[in-house]
């Protein structure tokens, strides 16, 4: 069957009342669950996978997919209004996401994150129509080896949110590095730095931390240095985007696309390191009067772009479970399940043995995408008026928030200490100046760099020379050291031009 | 989680007048689940499948399901048997993976201070080869390890998990140690089988429904099972390819500590007559489940032997 019949016979299907209606209530639920803190579209569908019992599998899942589209597009709103990212893929939206909400911005922020993820959306499912079974094979070709080289351009970047001082960023960057190494070590099986917590064995959740570090830290830092009597309530600014808003965001939602979908088909990629590739490229990239904007006022291409990338890569990772029935993230894996509760085995041939079902299913991501815009641009309004609250209870209401949600979660004691001993940590970090992304960023990193990296060494018997032999891996460690030197050696030649200049 | 029990209740209200008319059926009004796994995992699974079948049969009239995950079930472990000791109808779900992470993680609480009720379902290991490998069948990857085994790099999930131990298993077969092994661990497993099938690793080891698609669409080669009997018919196992290695990753149903003997042998007849019913049959063709029903005192002795084969194996991988 070709694309185009595929398509044809997809919609067909999907474009029933009943259909429809399952694609609304995953979309509703999905973006709910988005907006809610710690909740992952993975706990959800784990938590709806009963109904596999009694619901076609059509029906399901199109209510899958509705729920996995619908949290990326919530995921942004708490990341912007209330610096709480509701999962870990939007992290870096909060970065300038949550500066221009401060700045009376916040409408423009959530109009951007929507239309960039209605985008990028749309971008992935066309991939997974069109090249996904091509780009799968070439992701196939990336070992360990690679990874751990992208890891490597990826910390790279890391040069972009360090802030003023390197020394502070890069203790910043330590400190995440140190908590990424807490939990059961994969390679060996021994456990570090658990300290015979057996709550700790399994690492610390990132999405905790980032949540620790971001609402809770800041949340205390306002309550200590608080001056009383002064109320100010925050501008709410206009809702829509300027002309000049949607101009400067167009660029990024396009780069931001593209940059994701691949990283999400990788079987070892995953949504946060487009994101933080897509934050430096944009930062790097954004017109010299804007640049100011960013780390200050908040940038909206700083918001578009990650935005973009972390839809584009989520539409990605559908594309080795549906190719390969490879599920390469905690979502897919649990996908991957409920096809089994119906008998399907999803592997290489479920393009073919049931190409009825899949098709019906990348229809209704499709319609998913134009529900979610549909239903999130009128939602901009009423979530933007959460900045009208006063600070003292809006505050309360975030560490309230982000206490049920990490309790609600995992019902552990453990993680609550976790959540406001990390928040006491941020606290003083906000105090003395030193940043608080390069903690998050070491830590979703440190891990995944350091397994990519023994893995890779395991298989070669212990020869690093691996890393350069293998041209991928060369190739994109030139390019690291490119992004690493590039700027500072281009700073050099205009210098040296500005130097030479007047005596000429 | 409370939407499920609100389900279940709601369910159970109204089947309410069909319950009395079996109420000879009806082993227990409620029951309380407890899964040290998150939803969506292997005994989660397991235990959704089992309320499924007992609550349409009219065995049991609500479930209530708590999930408390980590560390391979030491972290549920212990809260289970705090808080459910001496109760009568609760059950936890669990299986082979916990007796290697309490000897792993050195917990104080262990299978052997809750109650064995039976063995429900277990699944075989296998081995398989990228399609394209120079190694066609069991001889030569063995001759590979025997040989070569630091070259022989094989992917897997986590250290000390089932995949690991069966390849400790192997090595040890054809004397050499455990700890020889060029063992590949990957969390999870797309990615494990994205490096087998770009023939990253020379070879893979995993759960044998993990592979059965790749197989089957001909992008692995399928070397060996370790089931006591053939899971694909042209797949030789281990055992009568002349390696006396039987290894599954079993699920089965526990019940609390300080079980009387009279609740211990009622939550028996339950899961026995759960398992003879037909829907149960039907329910473990369709998630591809193998039957591996053991109950009692054999049940007992299997986890005796279980554990003690576990200790083995991770004490020469240096675990323990």
């Known amino acids: ?504 | 989680m409370l939407r499920r029990t609100l389900f279940s209740a709601a369910a159970a209200g109204a089947l309410l007048p069909l319950c009395a008319a079996r109420a000879a059926e009806q082993h227990y009004a409620t029951m309380n689940v407890f899964i040290p796994a998150g939803p969506g995992g292997g005994w989660d699974g397991l235990g959704r499948a089992m309320e499924q079948v007992a609550r349409q049969a009219g065995m049991v009239g609500s479930f209530q399901f708590e999930n408390v995950g980590g560390a391979g079930g030491t972290v549920g472990l212990p809260r289970f048997v705090a808080q459910r000791r001496g109760r009568e109808g609760a059950i936890m779900v669990a299986g082979a993976i916990m007796v290697g992470s309490v000897l792993a993680n050195k917990s104080p609480v262990g299978i052997k201070d809750v109650t064995p009720i039976a063995r429900m379902t277990s699944e075989p290991g296998i081995i398989v080869v990228p399609a394209n490998s120079d190694i066609q069948d069991l001889k030569g990857f063995i001759d590979a390890l025997k040989n070569n085994p630091g070259g022989t790099s094989v992917a897997g999930g986590s250290a000390g998990g089932m995949d690991h131990i069966l390849l400790g298993l192997l090595l040890k077969s054809v004397g050499r140690s455990a700890k020889d092994a060029s063992y590949v661990a990957f969390a999870g497993g797309g990615p494990a089988q994205a490096a087998i099938l770009g023939a990253q690793v020379k070879a893979g080891i995993s759960g044998y429904s993990e592979f059965a698609e790749q197989i089957k669409a001909g992008r692995m080669r399928a070397l060996a099972t370790s089931g006591e009997t053939r899971s694909v018919e042209n797949v030789p196992t281990l055992k009568e390819s002349g390696i006396d290695i039987v290894l599954g990753n079993w699920r089965g149903v526990f019940g609390p500590p300080g079980l009387n003997a009279a609740a211990r042998d009622k939550l028996v007849k339950f899961v026995t007559e759960l398992h003879a019913l037909p829907a149960w049959k039907e329910l473990l063709q369709r998630q591809g489940w193998d039957d591996a029903f053991l109950s009692g005192d054999a049940f007992d002795a299997f986890l005796k032997q279980d554990e003690a084969a576990t200790r083995q194996v991770l004490t020469e991988v240096g675990l323990i």
């Open chain 1, 1 to 504: 069957m070709d694309v185009w019949s595929g398509l044809a016979l997809g919609f067909g299907n999907a474009l029933t009342i009943t259909n429809l209606g399952w694609a609304l209530l995953g979309c509703f639920l999905g973006t709910a669950i988005g907006v809610l803190p710690g909740i992952g579209p993975a706990l959800t569908i784990a938590l709806l996978l009963p109904i596999t019992f009694q619901v076609s599998a059509t029906g399901a899942f199109i209510l899958f997919c509705g729920v996995f589209y619908g949290a990326m597009y919530g995921g942004s709103t708490t990341s912007i209004l209330l610096n709480t990212p509701g999962e870990s893929g939007s992290i870096i939206t909060a970065l300038e996401g949550a500066k221009m909400a401060k700045n009376g911005r916040a409408g423009p922020a959530l109009v951007t994150a929507a239309i960039g993820s209605f985008v990028a959306g749309t971008v992935g499912t066309l991939g997974i129509s069109f090249i996904g079974p091509v780009v799968v094979e070439l992701a196939l070709k990336l070992g360990p080896a690679e990874y751990f080289s992208l890891m490597v351009l990826c910390f790279a970047t890391v040069s972009a949110v360090l802030g003023g001082s390197a020394l502070r960023g890069l203790a910043s960057l330590g400190l995440g590095l140190l908590i990424g190494l807490v939990g059961i070590d994969l390679q060996t099986g021994q456990p570090r730095l658990t300290f015979g917590v057996p709550e700790l064995l399994d690492g610390i959740d990132v999405v905790l931390v980032a949540v620790a570090l971001f609402a809770v830290g800041e949340t205390l830092y306002l309550a200590w240095t608080h001056v009383g009597g002064k109320q100010e309530v925050r501008e709410v600014g206009r809702l829509m985007m300027s002309k000049q808003d949607l101009k400067r965001s167009v660029g990024p939602w396009w780069r931001g696309s593209l940059l994701g979908f691949p990283f999400g088909v990788m079987p070892a990629g995953g949504t946060e390191m487009p994101t933080m590739l897509s934050y430096y490229a944009e930062r790097k990239l954004v017109r010299p009067e804007h640049r100011h904007e960013f780390g200050t006022t908040g940038a909206i291409e700083g918001v578009a772009g990650p935005e973009a990338a972390n839809n584009a890569a989520a539409a990605g990772v559908l594309v080795p479970m549906l190719t390969l029935g490879l599920p390469t993230s905690a979502t897919a894996a649990i996908m991957l399940s409920a096809f089994q509760s119906y008998g399907i085995q999803p592997g290489p041939l479920l393009f073919t043995s049931q190409a009825d079902l899949v098709w019906t299913l990348i229809a209704s991501l499709y319609i998913a995408n134009i529900m979610l815009v549909v239903l999130n641009l009128p939602l901009v309004g009423l979530w933007a008026r959460i900045l009208k609250i006063p600070q003292p209870q809006l505050y309360a209401g975030i560490l309230v928030f982000a206490t049920i949600g990490t309790y609600g979660i995992s019902n552990s004691v453990v993680d609550l200490l976790l959540l406001y001993g990390i928040g006491i940590i941020a606290m003083f970090m906000r105090r003395f100046d030193f940043p608080t992304a390069p903690v998050v960023i070491g830590m979703i990193l440190g891990p995944m760099a350091e397994q990519a990296m023994r893995q890779a060494l395991t298989i070669s018997q212990g020869d690093w020379t691996t890393f350069i032999t293998r041209p991928v891996s060369l190739c994109i460690l030139l390019i690291a050291v490119l992004a690493l030197a590039g700027p500072r050696l281009w700073g050099l030649v205009v210098r040296n031009r500005a130097d030479t200049a007047p005596t000429a």
